[in-house]
């Protein structure tokens, strides 16, 4: 998704976001969705005035898309140089400017690599919307061939830099705690009608903590885990339990045994505002007035090296096997009802066969 660069963008960053039917549908969008937007707009500035005043995320991404270039052209370097392009779906460097600059360098491959870890129709099938409309707009005669890497939450290098990152994390809780304290793994929820129409990024956040868990049981470790989910907005249903009620209810339903715990955001790539913010001040706050004494917030991979390792591995598995990696992305909801989702797999099907 991005996000804004400075506090001015905040209002058109969050104009996007509730304009956009891919991620919810609200009554009479093009009015209920900028008047949101605009009645948000101050407390989020003033969120991110908190962070910094801006979102990390471009400065992440690009370090990460560096370091991951340079590995596939020492491991892949009959394909390359490689580049990488910045392609936001609701701020600049957007889509529209990636392919624009794709176009000017002459480029004729490419790979639309999904930051998101685990696919949804509302984040990863949003983008490749976004990117159809754009490459129909500004590549007409289909200069660029294109094809994708939809969701990569079960990655093993992935799973590696998650677990790492959660036993460094335990090891800042005391000896009574440490082996017990509940690893709490957040993701970005869903409006609930979403899910019910079969998306599968539930699922799909579930098989990452699977291996997550599954690679720590290996090292030793035995705390408890659940997931839990964060950042709904608006008036609609979301999927829970919600971050921020198992936060204010956990001591309290335990009798009071659990007092510590570790906050692991399992869906998002790098550091921004529901990660510094949402999890790292508004609900360390909560925490602590609700009886957690120890709150350990685990980093996101941001650009860590192994990650970036992983990645290129997986581009060149990617371009080994022609863009074929499985046919997950041709399948749609079972209850999807959108003509985009369709025309945007149609199309994705036509590169590969191209």
């Known amino acids: 998704m991005g996000g804004p660069r400075n506090l001015n963008e905040v209002n058109g960053y969050l104009k996007g976001i509730f304009g956009d039917r891919d991620i919810m549908q609200l009554p009479m969008q093009d009015v209920l969705g900028p008047f949101i937007a605009n009645r948000r707009t101050k407390k989020v500035q003033d969120e991110y005035e908190q962070i910094g005043g801006r979102s990390p995320i471009e400065l992440w991404t690009k370090a990460q898309g560096s370091k991951m270039v340079k590995i596939l052209d020492s491991i892949s370097p009959s394909t390359g140089p490689h580049k990488y392009y910045i392609g936001f779906r609701y701020n600049e460097p957007n889509t529209n400017s990636a392919v624009k600059e794709m176009l000017q360098d002459g480029v004729t491959r490419a790979i639309a690599f999904s930051q998101y870890f685990q696919y949804s129709c509302s984040t990863t099938g949003s983008n490749l919307n976004e990117l159809y409309r754009e490459t129909k707009s500004l590549d007409s005669q289909g200069k660029i ?210």
């Not at 939809?150 to 992935?158: F, K, P, S, V």
């Not at 998306?199 to 291996?211: K, M």
């Not at 964060?230 to 971050?243: D, I, R």
């Not at 204010?248 to 921004?272: E, Q």
């Open 145 to 354: 061939k294109w094809s994708v890497i939809d969701r990569w939450g079960t990655n093993a290098d992935l799973v590696q830099v998650f677990a790492n990152n959660i036993e460094k994390s335990l090891e800042k809780l005391d000896g009574s705690t440490k082996d017990t304290a509940p690893i709490l793994f957040s993701a970005h929820s869903l409006p609930l009608y979403v899910v019910l129409r079969g998306d599968p990024y539930p699922a799909e956040v579930a098989a990452t903590v699977g291996l997550v868990m599954q690679e720590l049981r290996r090292r030793g470790v035995r705390n408890p885990y659940r997931l839990i989910w964060q950042s709904e907005v608006g008036p609609l249903k979301w999927l829970g339990p919600s971050t921020e009620h198992v936060i204010k209810t956990i001591n309290k339903s335990s009798g009071g045994r659990i007092d510590s715990v570790v906050l692991v955001p399992i869906a998002f790539g790098s550091d921004h505002i529901e990660t510094l913010y949402e999890l790292g001040i508004e609900y360390r706050d909560l925490a602590l007035s609700s009886g957690i004494k120890n709150y350990v917030l685990c980093p996101p991979p941001n650009d860590d090296d192994l990650l970036a390792k992983g990645m290129a591995e997986l581009v060149k598995e990617h371009m080994e096997n022609t863009g074929h990696l499985d046919n997950q992305i041709y399948m749609q909801c079972p209850g999807c009802e959108s003509k985009q989702c369709r025309i945007t797999k149609d199309w994705i099907a036509s590169q590969a066969s191209a």
